[in-house]
């Protein structure tokens, strides 16, 4: 007997949760991200803590846009490695290709959720490579990751900016204005 057909309906609950799975399954923990957010803010902010970073990667999680790029480049680098792809987009992908830039621009889309300095903290934190990005940029570690290095920047960027919003309205309202 055939099946009745289910109507497509979001299920944004289904969404966030896949986008948790997925990057740990790729190997990125939130507390990786927010040791990238304390890096880039501790200059600012010297009493900035581990937990608020945390918090503000969670808070950068939770929007639509960005689980649906964190998502969007994991399955890419995915399909490269099971070599599914167009052969010269595979080519491309799979050799981290500079002149590609589709990584780049998805990863666009989760800095536009904070505001323009967003991309300030981007060029920045994609400069440093450090931690969890060095981590995922050792292509002798075998798995592709073109599209989410520029994802998890991108999310530490836009937390960083997060916090930069909040401790400024935090300023403004102790001092009464
Ligand atoms: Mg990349």
Known sequence: MEQPKVPYALNSKKVADATREWLLR?????????????????????????????HNVERVLSKREVQNAILTGIQLDILCEQELLIPELQDMIKHDESLYGVDEILAFSILNVYGSIGFTNYGYVDKLKAGILEQLNDKSLGPVNTFLDDIVGAVAAAASSRIAHRKQAEREQAKGE
């Open 26 to 54: 790729r190997g990125v923990k939130v507390e990786q991200i927010a040791e990238l957010v304390l890096l880039l803010q501790n200059k600012y902010f010297p009493n900035l803590t581990k937990e608020e970073c945390i």
